[in-house]
């Protein structure tokens, strides 16, 4: 069955690690990942975000587009979207060697993207990464170097943990400090001067951890019925755009 024990979503790929202003170390924070991500295992997330990748994600972005992926982690998404070029940031160098050939890997932070130029992509995509900033100042700082990055009408499509859905569950991961909902990062992103293309509060369920195996058609069958996402769903979706003028 799919559900919050077996979901298919949350922390997918470890996110920018050495983004977060804690005090660990990066070795670390490179075992609490390791730890949290192994039981889950890179093989099986590829295989879940190479279907939601085809299933749904496929109609938000064009096979012709230009991705760049925040927070790329093991690039289980940039790893298998269709893209015309990838592009993929993260502060933890071992991303690098989990990548394919055809993405361009820049070990950066988030809110610095000066490797690229304004208006440089078609689209910016982050999972489960910016409940991890250390806070709203940070946040903001991401935010404008998206924009600066996008081509007008361009999207930028963020999907996490929503505090309203899962505000148990949101605080039981250590390296968790910024409590986002699909409203309040609405919010953020409009007063940044993106415009809210779609807001979904929930989407997909919270976690992936366990045994249990999500397969391809239980995954196509959950996004085919959106009822089902009231139900399972604690992560939202926000799809925003840099305004063509």
């Known amino acids: ?25 990066v070795a670390e924070l490179s075992t609490l990942y390791r730890t949290r991500f192994g039981a889950s295992g890179l093989e099986k997330r590829l ?32 790893s298998t979207v269709t893209a015309a070029r990838k592009y993929a940031v993260d502060l933890n160098p071992d991303a690098a060697g989990h990548l394919p050939a055809d993405v361009t890997f820049i070990n950066q932070p988030a809110d610095d993207l000066r490797f690229l130029g304004a208006g440089s992509v078609d689209v910016v995509f982050t999972s489960n990464f ?50 986002l909902s699909d409203r309040s990062l609405a919010e953020g992103l409009a007063a940044t001067g993106f415009t ?26 959950y996004l085919a019925l959106p009822i089902a996402w009231k139900v399972m769903g604690k992560q939202f979706l926000v799809v925003a755009t840099r305004p063509k003028d």
């Open 130 to 179: 910016l409940e991890h900033l250390p806070d709203k100042e940070v946040l903001s700082r991401v935010f404008a170097e998206v924009r600066r990055v996008l081509r007008p009408g361009g999207k930028f499509i963020v999907l996490g943990p929503n505090i309203r859905f899962a505000y148990r569950e949101y605080w039981d991961f250590y390296d968790h400090h910024l409590p």
């Open 196 to 221: 809210i293309q779609r807001s979904i509060a929930q989407f997909l369920p919270f976690t992936m951890a366990g045994n249990t195996p999500a397969h391809p058609w239980l995954i196509r069958a």
């Open 47 to 78: 295989k879940v975000w190479a279907t939601l990748n085809e299933a749904f994600f496929a109609r938000l972005i064009p096979a012709t587009a230009d991705v760049l992926e925040l927070a790329c982690g093991y690039g289980e998404f940039i």
């Open 1 to 25: 069955m799919i559900g919050p024990g077996a979901g298919f979503a949350a922390s997918l790929s470890p996110p920018d690690i050495l983004c977060l202003c804690i005090d660990m170390s």
